[in-house]
């Protein structure tokens, strides 16, 4: 319980100036982990405007965020001209990115000392954790990625093991289909499936 009257002073104003409770959040590996396994997109919206903050922004906020994230992904080797971002979360629908754009982020993310390993962890498995926990049986535990859905959206990009024991990159983003959300995934679920099946057996 804290009693008495609001009192304003400096912070280094002796007496005045006391900690009465310290809370140690998450770390940011965790964050990540809880936004990519579960597609949150406060958090996703959360580290946008952090970035913005980190860019000398007065305050969080999406336009600042999103150029420091097109500057970060220019400075990691990844083309922002495949993306045209306006939020953290992509539940905007003026959000686009290519295929071949997010692929190529894949490739470097996977790829990078820094965060590479943390980055890969954190995505869903399929028919195992996360957004995948039920989808794609038929590539149980052979695919990580990202899902991604809105109205007549759906994506799904990630990373597959073959059975030849070759790993790929793929993006499916479906836009504006004509049958419901349940057939798209569906089909998109029953693309990595066939990625991931070993080849049919020649004929004798």
Known sequence: RVDGALRLAREN?????????RYRGRTFSELVELCMKYSNNQIAETLVKQLALRAGAARGN??????????ELASLGV????FELVDGSG?????????RAIVQAIRVGES???????????????????TLAHRAPGAAGWVRAKTGTLTRVTALSGLARLHSGERVRFSVVVNGYRSGDLDAIEAVDGFVEALVS?????AE
């Open 62 to 71: 999406w336009r600042d965020g999103v150029l420091a994230l097109r500057r």
């Open 112 to 130: 990078s000392f820094a965060f590479g390993p943390e980055w890969v962890a954190s995505m869903p498995i399929a028919d195992l954790d996360g």
């Open 13 to 21: 104003d002796g007496e005045l100036a006391r900690e009465l409770v």
């Open 79 to 82: 083309d922002p001209a495949g």
């Open 198 to 202: 070993p080849p049919p057996l020649a």
């Open 91 to 99: 539940l905007s629908y003026h959000n686009r990115a290519t295929p």
